[in-house]
């Protein structure tokens, strides 16, 4: 498991494959790799999603004291995936990074409690898997809206829950973090 350290505790993580006439083999969790890498992730819920082309959800956290980590992958399609940092303490307040993640690469993104999470399906049934750090809380589960962060999703026609739309703007919201 290749680990990359980006911005402020964020990762891309490269998933062991393995292929041959049968299909492949993917190695999507390796927690001594994990903490042999600085990152400390204990698993308390997964959960996975199929969206549509130009599908955005997001950009969607939990807030305090059921904020959490997450470590996301795409093994079917393709997305591109987008995290903003919420620490108001952090060098890199308020600032994205993306990746593309697709069942080609391999890659997964490690999100740090204290940023916001969002991504665009680039590929009809595009299937993102989630592994979360804390359970899900509804009182606590919340966002910011995908369009008041600094990044060009590139959709002209984006397709997004009512939920989504509903958000504040990255400027209204006052961070916990």
Partial sequence: M???????????IEFPSFFDHRGSFVKAFHNSSLVNAGIHFQLKESYFSYSQKDVIRGM???????????????PQGAILDVIVDLRKQ????????????????????YIPEGFA????????????????????????????????????????????STRDLSFVSL???????
Avoid: M
């Fill in 2 to 12: 290749n680990i990359e350290k980006l911005v402020n505790g964020a990762a891309l």
């Fill in 60 to 74: 969607h956290f939990q807030l305090p004291p059921h904020q959490h980590a997450k470590i996301v992958f795409c």
């Fill in 90 to 109: 952090s060098p890199t307040f308020k600032q994205c990074l993306a990746q593309v993640l697709s069942q080609e690469n391999h890659k997964a993104f």
């Fill in 117 to 160: 999470h969002g991504f665009k399906a680039l590929t009809e049934n595009a299937l993102t898997y989630y592994l979360v750090s804390s359970e899900y809380d509804n009182l606590s589960d919340t966002g910011v809206r995908f369009d008041s962060i600094e990044f060009d999703w590139q959709v002209e026609q984006p397709i997004l």
């Fill in 171 to 177: 400027e209204e919201f006052q961070s916990p973090f």
